[in-house]
C-alpha cells in the first residue's frame, strides 16, 4: 500500500506571497492532519480534515487554511507568507475513527525569504 | 488538553549500549500513546503504539515502550543501540478526537 505522499517537497517562496500544498493519504484513509515543524517550536497541529470538514483546529492565525477533496486528497494554504512561516510541513494520515494511528508523509520544506 | 514531556533534549550513548528515552504525559482520560522517529529532513515514522492492555509495548526495530499509569509516563527502551538509531524521537499523546499533541523530541547520538 502506498505511503503518504506530499507535493512538493521543496518550496521557497517570498514573503506576502502565498503558497498551496498538498497531501495524498494512505488509499482507503480518511482523516488528513496537518502539522509544522519548527526548530523552536517544535510540531504544532495546524487542522484535521475527515470527510471534507474541517474537525479540529490548532491556535494559528487564519492566513492558514486547508480543504480536503472527495478523495480525501487535502490541500493546506498559508496567505501573506511571513519570515516566521519559514518550517517543514508534514501531513498525516489515518482512518479516521476515533484516535488511529497516523502515518506521516516525508514533509514539505517551506523557506520564506 | 493533553500534553507531553520529554526531558531530555539530547542523549548520546555509546553503539551497543542500552537506551531509555522518557515521556511523561497529562491526560485526564485513558490515553493514547505513540512513539515516533523522525531523520533529518523526513517525516515520522511510527515506532510503538499504546492504546490498551498489556503495558508493555513492542515495537519496530527492537523498540519497546513500558505504560506506567501511576508515573503518568511511557519511556521508550532498546537493549542495545545501533548506529543507525541515530535521529529524532518524538512521543505524542493523542485524545479521543484524533487531537496529537506531540513532544519537544530528544535526539539521539550514537558513539561509535
Known amino acids: 500500500k502506498a505511503g503518504v505522499t506530499q507535493t512538493p517537497r521543496y518550496l521557497i517562496k517570498t514573503r506576502g506571497q502565498q503558497v498551496t500544498l498538498s497531501c495524498s493519504p494512505i488509499?482507503?484513509?480518511?482523516?488528513v492532519s496537518w502539522y509544522q515543524q519548527t526548530p523552536g517550536q517544535g510540531l504544532q497541529f495546524l487542522f484535521e480534515?475527515?470527510?471534507?470538514?474541517?474537525?479540529n483546529k490548532g491556535n494559528f492565525p487564519g492566513r492558514f487554511s486547508g480543504r480536503q477533496f472527495s478523495n480525501s486528497r487535502s490541500e493546506m494554504n498559508v496567505s501573506t507568507l511571513e519570515l516566521g512561516d519559514s518550517a517543514l510541513y508534514l501531513c498525516?494520515?489515518?482512518?479516521?475513527?476515533?484516535?488511529?494511528?497516523?502515518?506521516f508523509g516525508p514533509g514539505t520544506r517551506l523557506t520564506v525569504l | 488538553a493533553q500534553s507531553v514531556t520529554q526531558p531530555d533534549i539530547h542523549i548520546t550513548v555509546s553503539e551497543g549500549a542500552s537506551l531509555e528515552l522518557r515521556c511523561n504525559y497529562s491526560?485526564?482520560?485513558?490515553?493514547?500513546l505513540f512513539w515516533y522517529v523522525q531523520s533529518p529532513g523526513q517525516g515520522l515514522q511510527l515506532l510503538l503504539k499504546?492504546?490498551?492492555?498489556?503495558?508493555l509495548v513492542q515495537g519496530i526495530k527492537g523498540f519497546e515502550a513500558e505504560f506506567k499509569r501511576s508515573q503518568s509516563s511511557f519511556n521508550l527502551r532498546k537493549p542495545s543501540v545501533h548506529w543507525s538509531d541515530a535521529a529524532e524521537y518524538f512521543c505524542?499523546?493523542?485524545?479521543?478526537?484524533?487531537?496529537?499533541?506531540f513532544g519537544a523530541g530528544t535526539r539521539l547520538t550514537v558513539k561509535p
Open positions: 499504546y492504546f490498551s492492555g498489556d503495558t
Open positions: 488509499s482507503g484513509h480518511r482523516s
Open positions: 505524542a499523546v493523542g485524545a479521543r478526537n484524533n487531537d496529537m499533541r
Open positions: 498525516a494520515s489515518s482512518s479516521g475513527r476515533g484516535t488511529d494511528t497516523q502515518y
Open positions: 491526560y485526564g482520560a485513558t490515553p493514547y
Open positions: 480534515y475527515f470527510s471534507e470538514t474541517q474537525r
